[in-house]
């Protein structure tokens, strides 16, 4: 992936220079700023190695100020090229980089280290934003960088150590990609610390439209604190206004050990208010709440009053943790007041996360719900270690779905270890879902604490393991057989009772067959291994045929019929049809087989192929070299043609060995 970006930067870099104007740091100007002085529209101010104590203003040019990154694609040009913010002429203005004079993403700061910044004071406010980049009404693209140790500290309010962007004359898009922002430092004594890495926001109330790509960063090791109040965002945050669409776009990032700590908390790696997002392909892991907080929201993400709609989909979220024993702590994903704005948590995968009540995830007050093809794994709470949902007012028309999940080894200290329930309306529907091995004092699969009665049906579950009122049909109560549960491989096996099982009126799976139970379906098309070819000494080719809809194969190669003696197992070949296997043994048996890949599900094994490797030069010597022996197909499965030119007449003896050197048969012995 990053030769590709880096083929694509250069072309595009070679365009640009090409037409339009090339500013050399320090060989034309002497400063970074004075390129950008000197720089026209379109320009580009290209910036040597070293290091500038400089503070840059772009002064709403449409320019690129870049390292020598974009040419080489060096990461090295990336560590070495460094803008150091810590001799601000003006203490008040000490961003490292700002955006102020309404610049939008032909605004471009690419390939440096940012570091040393301490923010800029907007009196108005009265707050200190964006230690590393700073935009105030304004936007840019900020890519490639490394945005690291910077400090915004406040008495009243501190946004933004790393990044902040807050707009409030008029509709902006704002795009940060493929940089790492780390270690950066949000501090406010009074008021709110938010965004420990990167805030973006809108806080006026004015009708614009406020968008964020956020793309391919790491977000790492940033703090958000507050002495007296409230902390959002230890990685990031995003605020909306009533009536304003304030989305975000955020995916293949890594957010990893940022930390929150207040009198109330919220995110510690991504909070959203008053704003919808798309939270796809993530790595959420090691967030953590401060035990000296008082109420925690979400150590992984906490959304709350989500105006637009919110998916959460193909994440994974684990070991972020806030305290089990405080009676305020929910959730590693905490969604917050949703009411009727559609919420979808699909193909995450939760793992080992603690909290007090809902250790996975937690929802108050969201009724368009949908939390589908989940799993739910090692999770640790009080109670409802791996959801918990909690609906006690408002006009509700829709009611939370919890379907297709797999919920296993979750435990919780009191009650429902997978599930718990309380509130005066609307209670969850369940079905096709799988419960497996979990663990609590009360209702170890589900406790429902309310009045209402939970439906769950066309589950994996010991209704015995529910407290409370429920009522359903379908449900069985077997080994779910997963194919390898102890790594953490929750597909079916072929024999799984939870396979055809799931609710009959449910969309079927993609292969037709009636919908399975739990998070991956098995599928039922067959699939079909080929003769190998190109046969060694040492190595052969695996040959499959396409199967409809796969995204991928796994192949196993053992030495043994069984597969208990794999050369590998699992191995992923990718979206391809064949698969050269190497550095095997000559003259030896080998087997294999292969599965398919679909869309979070994957197909029982194909037949088996059986190869045998061929001699080396060295140990199978023709006498003569007009003497010819052939066989077709060759390797075989169960029949094969052996032919021979004898350039002589005279006594010919032809048999067929094993591979220990056992007779098997004698084709022919006497003469020809």
Not at 112 to 129: K, Q, V
Not at 197 to 226: D, Q
Not at 297 to 314: C, E, L, S, T
Not at 529 to 537: K, Q, S
Request: charged share 15%; aromatic share 10%; proline share 3%.
């Amino acid at each position: 992936m990053k030769t590709k970006l880096f083929f694509t930067v250069m072309l595009s870099c070679s365009i640009i220079f090409a037409s339009a104007q090339i500013i050399h740091v320090p060989a034309d100007q002497t400063t970074i700023q004075e390129g950008i002085n000197a720089a026209s529209t379109g320009g580009t101010v290209l910036v040597a190695e070293g290091t500038y104590y400089e503070n840059i203003n772009f002064w709403g040019k449409a320019i690129t100020v870049t390292s020598n990154f974009i040419t080489t694609g060096d990461t090295n040009t990336i560590n070495n090229t460094i803008i150091n913010g810590s001799r601000p002429s003006n203490p008040d203005y000490a961003s490292v980089v700002s955006f102020t004079t309404g610049e939008d993403t032909t605004s471009i700061i690419s390939g440096f280290t940012i570091t040393g910044g301490t923010g800029l004071l907007d009196a108005s406010i009265p707050a200190r934003l964006g230690g590393g980049i700073v935009c105030i009404n304004a936007s840019a693209k900020i890519s490639h960088n490394k945005i690291i140790a910077n400090e915004v500290d406040h008495q009243t309010a501190a946004f933004g150590a790393g990044i902040a962007c807050t707009m409030y004359l008029q509709s902006k898009w704002v795009v940060i990609e493929h940089n790492v922002i780390a270690d950066n430092y949000n501090h406010a004594a009074d008021v709110i610390a938010q965004g420990g890495g990167i805030y973006i926001g809108e806080n006026t109330g004015s009708s614009i439209a406020l968008s964020a790509r956020v793309s391919h960063n790491t977000i790492e090791n940033n703090s958000c604190y507050s002495d007296q109040n409230r902390a959002d965002g230890g990685g990031i945050k995003i605020e909306g206004s009533d009536g304003v669409k304030t989305i975000l776009s955020f995916n293949n990032n890594l957010v990893k050990s940022n930390y929150i700590r207040g009198s109330s908390t919220r995110g510690a790696g991504l909070c959203g208010i008053r704003a919808g997002a798309d939270i796809t392909n993530n790595v959420f892991s090691d967030n953590y709440i401060d035990e000296t907080s008082i109420q925690f929201r979400g150590a992984a993400i906490a959304f709350k009053y989500p105006y637009h709609m919110v998916n959460i989909i193909d994440n994974q979220i684990s070991n972020n943790l806030s305290p089990i024993d405080y009676y305020d702590c929910r959730g590693a994903v905490s969604i917050m007041d949703g009411y009727e704005t559609p919420v979808k948590v699909d193909k995450n995968i939760f793992t080992n996360n603690v909290a007090y009540d809902g250790a996975g995830f937690y929802s108050r007050r969201s009724y368009n719900l949908i939390v589908s093809n989940n799993i739910f794994s090692g999770n640790a709470a009080y109670r409802g270690a791996a959801l918990s949902s909690y609906q006690n007012y408002g006009d509700a028309l829709n009611q939370p779905l919890i379907v297709n999940n797999t919920f296993i080894r979750n435990t919780a200290t009191y009650a429902g270890a997978a599930i718990r329930f309380d509130g005066e309306l609307k209670a969850p529907i369940i079905f096709n879902c799988i419960f497996w091995e979990n663990e609590a004092p009360l209702g170890k699969d589900i406790r429902n604490a309310s009045a209402l009665e939970l439906v769950v049906s066309y589950s994996n579950i010991d209704t015995d393991s529910i407290s409370g009122l429920w009522n359903g049909e379908g449900n069985i109560n077997n080994d779910p057989l997963f194919i390898d549960a102890e790594n953490g491989d929750f597909h079916l096996a072929a024999e799984s009772p939870c396979i055809d099982a799931g609710d009959p009126s449910s969309p079927p799976d993609p292969d037709g067959t009636i919908c399975d139970m739990g998070t991956y379906y098995f599928d039922q098309r067959e699939i079909v291994a080929l003769l190998a070819t190109d046969t060694t000494a040492m190595s052969f080719t695996a040959n499959w045929q396409a199967a409809d809809d796969a995204t991928g194969y796994l192949l196993d190669v053992a030495t043994d019929e069984n597969f208990t003696n794999f050369v590998f197992q699992n191995q992923d070949v990718g979206n391809v049809l064949f698969f050269a296997v190497n550095n095997l043994n000559p003259i030896s048996v080998y087997y294999y087989r292969v599965r398919a890949n679909y869309f979070f599900g994957r197909s029982g094994y194909s037949n088996t192929i059986v190869v045998a490797t061929l001699t080396t030069v060295e140990e199978f010597k023709v006498q003569s070299s007009a003497f010819d022996v052939r066989c077709y197909p060759n390797p075989f499965q169960s029949q094969t043609t052996i032919s021979f030119t004898c350039p002589d007449a005279g006594f010919v003896n032809l048999e067929v060995c094993g591979i220990t050197g056992r007779r098997i048969t004698t084709l022919h012995s006497g003469l020809l």
